[in-house]
């Protein structure tokens, strides 16, 4: 069974930094593409960032400069390393999966969604 494991969310000023990671287990492939989603109280889910297995990258407009996807493809592994972060930062991350990198990274198209991990960012 396929299993996606975010870590890495927390508390945390705003300016400073945090890295999640995911890691997929039980996948005897490599995902085409994965990512992170998150959604803040409120406020629907919204694209963060994106990276397929080639190294193509999408950021959502409001991390732009700010947030840097990292993978390790064979590994299954991707990170997002978020730098100066802001309040408006704060939510529920979720790492996503899909087989297929047609642009762009939707939901709907994500065959394999991690359980989420908390993000807080204090003003």
Known sequence: QVRLAESGGGLVQAGGSLRLS?????????????????QAPGKQRELVASITAAGARIYGDSVKG?????RETRENTVY???N????EDTGVYYCAARLGDRPPFAAAECNYWGQGTQVTVSS
């Open 22 to 38: 995911c890691v997929a287990t039980g996948s005897t492939f490599t995902f085409d593409d994965m990512g992170w989603y998150r």
């Open 80 to 82: 997002l390393q978020m």
């Open 84 to 87: 100066s972060l802001k309040s």
């Open 66 to 70: 700010r947030f840097t996807i990292i």
